[in-house]
């Protein structure tokens, strides 16, 4: 028995170990080489460093580890006091993140792109996964025109990176990305200004928002012709009645803006038909501030099949909202989350377990004081008849503090491939915690150093047999 123990510790050095949380269990099922057997791959932001790190959670016995793997292999050296790594997304497995200087893109900034190195093989009612590479840079620009990028999307399997400096922003598709090196840098489509927000539409048609409160860039939207590029792209501007822009999102062929009061909306002009004077807006209110009698809004959108979510209000006032955007005239749906002193609800990510559930998971984040952070899990289809008009909250958590500065430092969650675990960043503490979606309990904790941020998951179980 002894010596057993003394074999299992040897496969484990280098490794962080899963504290357990609770009864938690999986079954020992270990490559037949004897090492551990992957069940997901870590790649997360590092505010400290200044760059990606990436790990794998891996299954030993019947524990679940997570291999370091130290910073992403190619990853340029970024400037720690004058460099933000910003917003980040995955198509597949590719990832794209977002750099930004402190010189509106006079310094360097732009953007790199990962290989994750993790391949999936479909099997009809399941997938394997192959973890053939460690993850590395597979493109790069980071210069002084790339109009120091904040905001990155995806549409329709296309990264959309707004490039604020040169009011536009720049197409990337994986085809791109892994063709000639003339195709790597994208396309570069006019529309949008400021702090840009952006939504598209079947590659067609682009809407790129201005912030200005004010002036005659208040509530300014530019439409654009995604088959065209550089100035020739905008088809026409049109104006919301006010400004403050800093959220647009779509949906169901709708766009929906995020301006100072409550959310608009328009269909989307896929045929490019329209000009300013016929374009219809919609808007639906969020009510008002009780104490400031000031118009609630949001800032941020997340989808989830034909559905819109997005947090409003402060305290008392504080609440998950939901919009169907397939429906004749979209309504919102307000779910209250009680929200203590000094906490603040960020905008919420939502994802489908391996058991049929559908959950938003709201961060309750540190605005100021020493209470303790929490996240609240909400069912999004209690009755399971894909209407989340009866959306409700499950349960609450603790979790590990944040280290918000500003657009950074907040908690995120990703989920896996295989729909059985969320990955959760503790910016505050060095941390990545293990949430399991099927008891939705805290079940591993992971020191990994450092502020990680964001965090993408990719990648399941390497084999289900």
């Known amino acids: 028995m002894r010596s057993n123990l003394r074999s299992q510790r040897g496969k484990l050095t280098g490794f962080l170990v899963l504290t357990v949380m609770s009864t938690f269990c999986i079954a020992s099922s270990t490559a037949a080489s004897g090492q551990p057997e992957p069940m997901t791959r870590i790649v997360w932001q590092d505010r400290d460093r200044k760059t990606l790190m990436w790990g794998d959670l891996v299954k030993a016995g019947a524990s679940l580890i997570l291999k370091p793997g130290g910073p992403v292999h190619g990853f340029p050296k970024l400037d720690k006091e004058r460099h ?72 329709d399997k296309a990264f959309y990176l707004a490039n604020d400096s040169l009011s536009g922003y720049t197409r990337l598709t994986p085809a791109q990305l892994t063709g000639p090196a003339d195709q790597r840098k994208g396309t570069f489509h ?72 409550g959310v608009y909306w328009v269909d989307a002009d896929l045929e490019l038909k329209q000009k300013a004077e016929t374009v219809v807006i919609n808007h639906l209110s969020l009510g008002k501030d009780k104490d400031s009698d000031r118009p609630l809004r949001t800032g941020a959108f997340t989808n989830h099949r034909n559905w819109v979510l997005f947090t409003t209000g402060a305290l008392e006032n504080s609440a998950l909202c939901l919009l169907d955007a397939a429906a004749p005239q979209p309504a919102i749906v307000t779910l209250p989350i009680s929200v203590s002193d000094g906490l603040s609800l960020v905008t919420p990510e939502a994802f489908a377990t391996a058991g049929g559930k559908r959950y938003a998971f709201v961060f309750q984040n540190r605005k100021e004081g020493a209470v303790q952070e929490k996240l609240t899990i909400v069912d999004l289809d209690p009755n399971g008849d894909r209407d989340f008009a009866d959306a409700a909250i499950s349960k609450t958590i603790d979790v590990g503090p944040s280290r918000v500065e500003g657009h950074y430092g907040h908690h995120t969650i990703s989920v896996d491939d295989d729909a059985k675990f969320g990955l959760i960043s503790n910016p505050g503490s060095g941390e990545v915690w293990l949430l399991s979606l099927a008891e939705l309990k805290i079940v591993g904790k992971y020191k990994v150093g450092g502020m990680p941020t964001k965090l993408i998951v990719v990648g399941g179980e390497e084999s289900k047999h």
């Open 190 to 261: 006019r529309g949008g200004g400021a702090h840009i927000t952006l939504a598209a539409v079947d590659h067609k048609v682009g809407y790129g928002t201005w912030i200005p409160g004010g002036g005659p860039d208040k509530g300014r939207i530019d439409v654009s012709d995604l088959t065209k590029t550089g100035d020739d792209s905008i088809a026409y501007t049109f104006h919301l009645p006010v400004g403050g822009l800093h959220g647009a999102v779509a949906n169901s062929g709708r766009i929906f803006f995020a301006p100072s009061d």
């Open 84 to 155: 933000e790594l910003v917003q980040m997304e995955r198509i597949g497995n590719f990832l794209l993140v977002g750099v930004r200087d402190d010189d509106s893109g006079q310094f360097l900034s732009g953007w790199v792109a990962i290989d994750l190195g993790v391949d999936e093989m479909p099997h009809g009612d399941h997938s394997d996964f192959t973890y053939r590479s460690p993850p590395q840079v597979l493109a790069s620009v980071l210069d002084q025109s790339q109009g120091n990028p904040a905001h990155l999307y995806v549409y």
